[in-house]
């Protein structure tokens, strides 16, 4: 039994759609996307496959490099790889939902973001020595703000919609702007107007943000209706809760939320 795979570009969502098959039966693929000499598995992990083709998207391929994504068949250890693809975005940057990324909208960015990174030291001044003794640590995540600008009701209100649903999310420039991809824990949401004027819809979003790591993302719309009492009957006890859920963001998504779902990150 075979595994196939190819890849092609949705330059307007600034996504990689990729198409996945095996030759005969049903298995089961895990896809990895390949950048130089790095590799990481894709969220959509793991991916039923049929003789019919599926396909899936990814959200997270950085913009404007050529990446492979390379496909093993957990039934067999068969694997393949698709030629080199690279994503433009059609030159725009991206703002990624973690929750629910068919909501990802591309935005027009007013400032780059600024970052500081603060660093943990403690300074102990010794009797007899001009100069302290220190004790140093590894700086913080990049803290800093990005601003966004919306020219129009509907443009506003899918950025607003994406920032607030309590997930970080992703920012993906075009390499030229030398940000690249950046999970982002927000901090702060303040916007702006342009212009005084009433009728004006232009606004200036400043985004307030912590650099995270690549955090889990898990969507099903199915799940959107987990109830408590539900829960009670899927969990025995409530400290049997733990071991169904990695975290208590996951719970109102249900124990079995489904394809969309990635290896656990920073929360």
């Not at 129009?152 to 690249?180: C, H, M, N, Y």
């Not at 824990?185 to 606004?203: F, H, W």
Request: aromatic fraction near 6%; hydrophobic fraction near 40%.
């Amino acid at each position: 039994m075979a595994v196939n795979i190819t890849a092609a570009a949705r330059n307007n969502r600034g996504a990689a759609a990729l198409s996945l098959s095996v030759s005969t039966g049903t298995g089961t693929a895990v896809v990895q996307r390949v950048l130089g000499d790095s590799t990481a598995l894709i969220r959509e992990n793991p991916i039923p496959v049929t003789t019919t083709p599926v396909e899936v998207l990814d959200y997270e391929v950085p913009l404007g490099v050529p990446v492979t994504y390379l496909v093993t068949l957990d039934e067999t250890g068969d694997t393949a790889q698709t030629a080199p693809l690279v994503v433009s975005g059609n030159g725009q940057d991206f703002m990624v939902s973690l929750s629910d990324p068919s909501r990802s909208v591309a935005v027009t960015v007013v400032e780059m973001p600024d970052t500081s990174y603060q660093t943990r030291v403690t300074l102990l001044p010794i009797i007899g020595r001009n100069t302290p003794v220190a004790q140093t640590d590894f700086p913080q995540a990049a803290t800093g703000t990005l601003t966004i600008l919306t020219q129009s009701p509907g443009e506003r209100d899918a950025l607003t919609a994406l920032i607030r649903d309590g997930w970080p999310v992703l920012f993906k420039s075009q390499p030229e702007r030398g940000v690249g991809n950046r999970y982002m824990a927000l901090t702060g949401i303040t916007t702006y107007r342009v212009s005084p004027l009433a009728k004006e819809p232009m606004r200036r979003t400043v985004i307030e943000y912590a650099t995270v790591d690549a955090t889990a993302s898990i969507y099903t719309p199915q799940a959107a209706g987990y109830t408590w009492d539900q829960l009670i009957l899927d969990v025995a006890t409530w400290d049997a809760v733990p071991t169904q859920f990695a975290r208590w963001n996951d719970v109102p998504l249900g124990p079995n939320p489904g394809a969309f779902r990635g290896p656990l990150g920073g929360f």
